[in-house]
Structure formats: C-alpha cells, structure tokens
C-alpha cells in the first residue's frame, strides 16, 4: 500500500507544467558531442577532479573523526580507497557515455539555461529529483540486498562493517552505477532536468554518503548502523520509518563490537554511540 501511495505520487509529479514531453523523439542529436576524443579527455578530466576532490574531503572528514589511527583503521581506509577510486573512474565513464551518446537523443537536451522552461519548472525539477533520488536510493540499496545480488555485488560494500568517509563509495562497480548515476539519468531522460539541478543532486548525495559512513555527528540517516547492523537503515530515514526498516534496539539486544577501540566507556563522541 505504501508504494502504491509513493509510486502514485511520482506518477504525478511526472506530469509536470511543460509540454516537453518527446523521450522517443530521436531526430535530433549532437553529432559534436558524440565525438570520441572529447570524450576520453571528459572522462580523464573529471575522474581526476572526482577522485583528488574525493580523497580530500573524506580525509577531512577522518582526520575528524575521534577513531584511533591505528593498523587496522589505515587498512581499512587502504581498501576503501582501492574499491572508492576504481568506482569513481568507472562512475565518471558512465556518465559521459551517457551524456554524449544518450542525452543528446532527449528533445530538451539543450535546456542549459534556467529562463527556457522558467523559474516554475526549475523548482519543479528540483522537488521531483528529491523524492525520485530519496524513493529510488533506498529501493535499489534493497533490492541489493535480495540473496543473489547480496551474494554477487553488495557484499563488497558490507565487506567495510565499520567503514569511514573513503568507504562510501567502495563498492562492486554495478553497485555505484545504479545506485547513483542511473537514478539521476534515468530523472533527466523522464522530465527536463536542469544540469545543475544534476549536478546538484550528484554533490548532495555524495556529501550524504560520506557523512553517512563517517558515522560521526552529521550521519543523519544513521547509516552507520546499516553496516553494523545489515538489514536496517537503507536510506533516508523518513523512507525507513515508512517502509519499517529503521534500526530498533529492542531488536538488537547484544550491541556490535568495536573494532578499532578496546573499551568505549565513557566515550561520548557521535560515532561511539553508534555501537552503546
Ligand atoms: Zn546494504
Ligand atoms: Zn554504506
């Protein structure tokens, strides 16, 4: 009943105050866009920018956190970064195939300037991308969770049970491809997505997940406990109450161990509450 009510709204808000409405409207293309030269200096250009911008905003992030710097921390981070760095490379591949030889088929890809479909519909854009990312996020992290996907893909990203700011985006590749950029894409084939509102959403989920997997004061959705706990905490917490999903401790009697510090007694900091 609860996705019924979700879906209905989604479907609504697909009929939205433009008639731009031609996704099988494949006359029109950007032959200069489509050329593959740009598009292997796109896709060294910004897997660099993402990767230098990822490496040091999550090293901000852990030179924050209170956790001891130990052996088993740093190997922790070493895979993370492993996993993290491939998937942004492979990430940013995606979307510039996607943007120079997919997009370029939608009728409003030229929409680049707020003023062409109005202030309204940008607004529009915005509101629809923020329940179609928060509703699709946690849905595909579920789904990821049926026996043979857990088995094959997001056992990887479970494999960090107390992962940092690196690990957010240590995953299988097919995992951070459809978790992320298909969502947003699959968004700006549906309805006239303003590129910034992309961008946008693309910034705030990944600043999202790297707070997320810090699992300090700004772990909103408390997805820390996600990976301690496994089956609870998908997503967004509005979505996890909703869907009956939010951590409960009544139903986790033994609290999970810490690994990187012996005795978390008296330690008051937001990560160590994760584990009291
Ligand atoms: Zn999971
Ligand atoms: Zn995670």
């Given at each position: ?134 509703f699709l996020g946690y849905w595909v ?27 957010f985006c240590a995953t299988h590749p ?67 109450e909703f869907f009956g999903t939010a ?30």
């Amino acid at each position: 009943m609860r996705n019924i009510v979700l879906f209905t709204l989604l479907l609504i808000l697909c009929v939205q105050p433009t008639n731009a409405y031609s996704v099988f409207d494949f006359g029109y293309s950007d032959q200069e866009n489509a050329n593959p030269t740009q598009l292997v200096y796109n896709i060294a250009a910004y897997s660099f920018v993402g990767i230098l911008q990822y490496l040091l905003v999550s090293a901000i992030f852990e030179w924050k956190n209170p956790m001891p710097k130990n052996q088993k921390r740093m190997q922790n981070i070493k895979r993370e970064i492993k996993y993290g760095t491939t998937q942004i490379f492979l990430q940013v591949a995606y979307s510039m195939i996607f943007y120079h030889y997919v997009y370029p088929y939608c009728s409003w890809y030229r929409y680049y300037t707020i003023n062409q479909y109005g202030l309204l519909n940008f607004a529009y854009g915005m509101i629809f991308m923020y329940i179609w990312t928060t509703f699709l996020g946690y849905w595909v992290h579920r789904i990821f969770h049926f026996r043979f996907l857990y088995k094959y893909v997001h056992y990887i990203h479970h494999s960090f049970r107390e992962p940092t700011a690196f690990g957010f985006c240590a995953t299988h590749p097919l995992e951070g491809i459809s978790e992320v950029n298909t969502v947003l894409h699959l968004a700006e084939l549906i309805i006239p997505i303003h590129p910034l509102m992309t961008l946008f959403f693309f910034e705030y989920i990944t600043v999202n997940e790297m707070m997320g997997h810090d699992g300090g004061e700004y772990d909103h959705s408390d997805h820390y406990k996600h990976h301690l706990y496994y089956v609870v905490n998908f997503g967004d917490t509005f979505m996890d109450e909703f869907f009956g999903t939010a951590y409960n401790s009544k139903n986790y009697p033994v609290k999970a161990k810490c690994t990187y510090v012996d005795n978390i007694e008296g330690r008051s900091e937001a990560i160590f509450l994760k584990y009291k």
